[in-house]
């Protein structure tokens, strides 16, 4: 299925302004998030359709539904190790088992009444999820929070195996878009379409205490 996109004036009209919320492009069966990779391994990933090579499947790695949140951190593609950016479509069944079981990347005390309980929770758990400042295609700060999440071990595995549905090469699109910012701004860019992604389980929407979508956000 080919990713969808929109002028970002357009999106930023319908996304909601604080509040935790999972942005991200999705249909009834899957859910697209973002990497940015060195040219090896996001090449190797490109080719076969899922990854190896030079990617190390015994390192925790980190996965962003948001893709401004991907551009602010790989620099729209210009930081080293970070130049091939991808569209990593999953299933959607899989994207929520990981935050069913993710244990947060800092103590939380709502969810552990202990730093000790807390760190074990992380021992057990093969994905830490962290809420960070999402950020204005400029890079600064805004009051949303976007999400990100680490998988290591067996996720990690399934995510960049079984689990991948398909691999879009975004690389070129994201260096057009970041000579467009840069000579007219804002107006003239084009994102991904996301919007905001409901759970299904509202028991885990609850834990992760995401905020109430603004009416119309999540069509």
Do not use: C
């Amino acid at each position: 299925m080919p990713l969808a996109f929109e002028p970002y004036p357009d999106q930023v009209k319908v996304w909601p302004k604080d509040g935790r919320h999972v942005l991200a492009q999705f249909d009834a069966d899957s859910i697209v998030v973002y990497q940015a990779y060195s040219p090896a391994i996001g090449r190797y990933a490109i080719e076969h359709g899922r990854f190896g090579g030079a990617f190390s499947f015994e390192r925790m790695s980190w996965i962003k539904p948001n893709f401004l949140w991907m551009m602010y951190r790989s620099g729209w593609g210009t930081k080293e190790n970070q130049e091939i950016t991808l569209a990593l479509r999953l299933r959607r069944t899989f994207f929520e088992s990981l935050l069913a079981e993710a244990a947060p990347s800092t103590w939380d005390r709502d969810l552990f009444a202990t730093s000790e309980e807390w760190s074990r929770a992380v021992g057990r758990s093969a994905v830490r999820l962290q809420w960070d400042p999402d950020h204005h295609p400029s890079g600064a700060k805004l009051d949303r929070r976007a999400l990100q999440l680490g998988l290591r071990g067996r996720v990690l595995e399934a995510f960049g195996t079984t689990e991948l549905l398909e691999v879009i090469d975004l690389s070129e699109f994201v260096a057009q878009q970041r000579e467009r910012l840069a000579a007219r701004g804002t107006s003239a860019l084009t994102t991904p379409r996301e919007r905001v992604y409901t759970l299904t389980d509202p028991a885990i929407a609850a834990r992760l205490r995401l905020a109430d979508p603004p009416h119309g956000t999540n069509q």
